[in-house]
């Protein structure tokens, strides 16, 4: 089981710089992005044979279609290697695994095949339709982006998304999946080959919850998709996921196997969001939990 993981990064290189430590073995490879705003030497102590930076860096903004493009830039690095990779994980800077390598391994060997998205309807329970159908411009264009905004809350900033996806059912979801070469050769050729879809959703908010989910959503792929495996707490419903802490780790030593279940349904998680460099503590109680987990499997 080979695996490619895609990393979007933009701080917490000590965070970044440990997660591939934990993973890395002969058949996982690390294809990171660094957005361009950010100090690449930052990152330099990441060195490995197994470690690859996207030299065509892009300044990347949350909630913006530069999201799709750096994903995309990852995606096809990693299918162009010679390595025929099985997988390919997205993650981001601060995410960490939650079981040790060989657990990975082995879980994506016995799931060959499935593909690791979460998915919703559009409209659905937290993705109403004014997300596919306002108008928004990209934060690089700060002016129009200004005006528009206004215009949206005047409510003279919507769209028919029918009138540009056609037959296609809009889905969204999280940002985050573990899909197989062939579903993420299938989005890629989608989006060289279908530029005015993209286009719409290049004037979406948070078009990377969105425009990957629909692909999936209305391809041969849909009948394989079960929730993805990264665990993210939403407990005081803000604009991102707390920061991993000790109630979270006494939830995953609770059981051998961590099984969480939200509006996506219910799946087995093996990587958890988000951690920061200003508390590698954390980390740390990670790394004790994975060995004693392991210990078990060993005994």
Same mark, same amino acid.
């Given at each position: 089981m080979k695996i490619a993981y895609l990393v979007l990064a933009h701080r917490n290189p000590k965070v970044l710089k440990k997660t591939i430590e934990t993973l890395s073995c002969e058949e996982s490879s690390f294809f990171i992005h660094i957005d361009k705003k950010t100090d690449i030497n930052e990152f330099s102590e990441i060195r490995g044979r197994n470690i690859y930076f996207i030299e065509e860096r892009i300044p990347v903004y949350w909630g913006d279609y530069s999201m799709v493009q750096a994903i995309t830039m990852l995606i096809q690095r990693a299918?162009?290697? %010679?390595?025929?990779?099985?997988?390919?994980?997205?993650?981001?800077?601060?995410?960490?695994?939650?079981?040790?390598?060989?657990?990975?391994h082995t879980f994506f060997e016995r799931n060959r095949g499935v593909e690791f998205i979460s998915i919703t309807k559009i409209p659905g329970k937290g993705k109403p339709i004014s997300l596919i159908n306002?108008?928004?411009?990209?934060?690089?264009?700060?002016?129009?982006?200004?005006i528009v905004r206004i215009l949206a809350r005047l409510g003279l900033a919507q769209r028919n998304y029918k009138k540009y996806l056609g037959n296609m059912e809009p889905y969204a979801g999280s940002t985050w999946w573990a899909l197989s070469r062939d579903a993420c050769q299938y989005i890629l050729d989608f989006v060289n080959n279908q530029q005015s879809i993209c286009k719409y959703y290049e004037n979406t908010f948070a078009c990377d919850e969105m425009l990957f989910h629909t692909i999936m959503g209305n391809?041969?792929?849909?009948?394989?998709?079960?929730?993805?495996?990264?665990?993210?707490?939403?407990?005081?419903?803000?604009?991102? %996921?707390e920061l991993i802490g000790e109630y979270n780790i006494q939830l995953f030593e609770e059981k051998e196997n961590i099984i969480f279940s939200d509006m996506y349904g219910s799946g087995e998680m093996l990587f958890a969001r988000k951690f920061s460099d200003n508390n590698l503590a954390v980390v740390q109680q990670i790394d004790d939990m994975i060995r004693q987990k392991r210990s078990h499997v060993i005994d």
């Open positions: 299918l162009n290697a %010679p390595q025929d990779y099985d997988y390919l994980i997205l993650l981001s800077g601060s995410d960490y695994p939650i079981r040790d390598k060989e657990y990975i306002t108008y928004r411009v990209s934060a690089n264009k700060p002016i129009r982006q200004y391809s041969i792929y849909r009948s394989q998709i079960r929730r993805n495996v990264m665990y993210d707490d939403w407990t005081n419903q803000g604009a991102h %996921p």
